[in-house]
């Protein structure tokens, strides 16, 4: 794994945990749940040699601090933005897979002056395209968007419970390792971050309101957009649900899929993601 420097920055809701590497123009990497800033360990591996990478814990998750509210993606890309103003990063790419799609979004949809491109990995827009929760198919969303309920039942099984996610929603079964896993349950045994987690997707009516008023408000994101999905949809991957989510307030989307990838996209084909994003960034160096 590329050698990574951790930092911590306090924010006016937040002290965030987050983690660099590189040198070149910046791109900042946003993980989604159950995840952390790990969770793009090894794409970091190969941007790193051309681009100054920034990977956050989002608020409430990893090594950040766990506010009691605020998880409406406007409010954690607010996070964002601050990190990203304390860096002085100017214009930059932004990346993000699963609940770090819908927070680089909102991002994007505030600051879009700063945004050279866009990119979303295996993720829809709440409200937006695609039903995020897809009918209902996704039976966790309903399961974590029951109140105290998902924290009785998990606290203290956290690693069967995260296990059970990396295992069926990965088509290459292993790419998520033992130890990989422990890193990920030290976090989310913490104190209040399976509430934190849970309060991603307590806030999904919230995100898709937010969206949909600003999707009837006539608003397209500007910058080019990238909207990639796992191909392997019965490792619950989402194809191209993603571009055609993107699609709908979005102008200069490229969409497509990953061969041989489930959900979790960068752990499983950090090779063939990695090759994509700075092919696509190459493209559009300047938005």
């Known amino acids: 794994m590329a050698e990574v420097e951790h930092h911590f920055a306090r924010l006016s809701q937040v002290a965030m945990h987050y983690v660099t590497a590189g040198e070149g123009p910046p791109v900042v990497l946003l993980h989604g749940w159950p995840s952390t800033w790990y969770e793009w360990r090894h794409v970091i591996d190969r941007l790193a040699p051309h681009h100054r990478v920034i990977a956050p814990d989002l608020r409430g998750l990893g090594d950040s601090s766990r506010p009691a509210d605020g998880y409406d993606k406007r409010t954690v890309a607010a996070d964002v933005w601050e990190l990203v103003e304390h860096l002085g990063l100017g214009r930059f790419h932004l990346v993000g897979h699963d609940w770090g799609g819908p927070t680089a979004f909102a991002l994007a949809a505030a600051h879009p002056e700063a945004i050279r491109t866009l990119s979303i990995v295996d993720v829809t827009l709440p409200g937006i395209g695609p039903d995020i929760s897809q009918g209902g198919r996704r039976w966790h969303h309903a399961f974590h968007r029951t109140l105290d309920l998902p924290e009785a039942l998990v606290t203290g099984r956290e690693r069967p419970y995260l296990s059970w996610f990396y295992a069926e929603f990965s088509w290459q079964q292993g790419a998520i390792t033992d130890a990989d896993i422990d890193e990920y ?20 009516p919230q995100d898709a309101a937010d969206n949909v008023r600003l999707l009837e408000s006539g608003f397209r994101l500007p910058m080019p957009v990238l909207a990639l999905g796992g191909a392997r949809t019965e490792a619950r991957a989402r194809g191209l649900e993603p571009a055609e989510s993107l ?3 979005a102008d200069r989307v490229e969409g497509g899929t990953i061969a041989e990838s489930g959900h979790f996209v960068p752990e499983e084909q950090p090779d063939a993601l990695s090759a994509r994003l700075m092919e696509f960034w190459r493209q559009h160096p300047d938005g």
């Open 247 to 249: 699609g709908c307030i």
């Open 185 to 204: 349950v030290r976090t989310y045994s913490k104190p209040g971050a399976l509430r934190a987690g849970f309060a991603y997707y307590r806030n999904i």
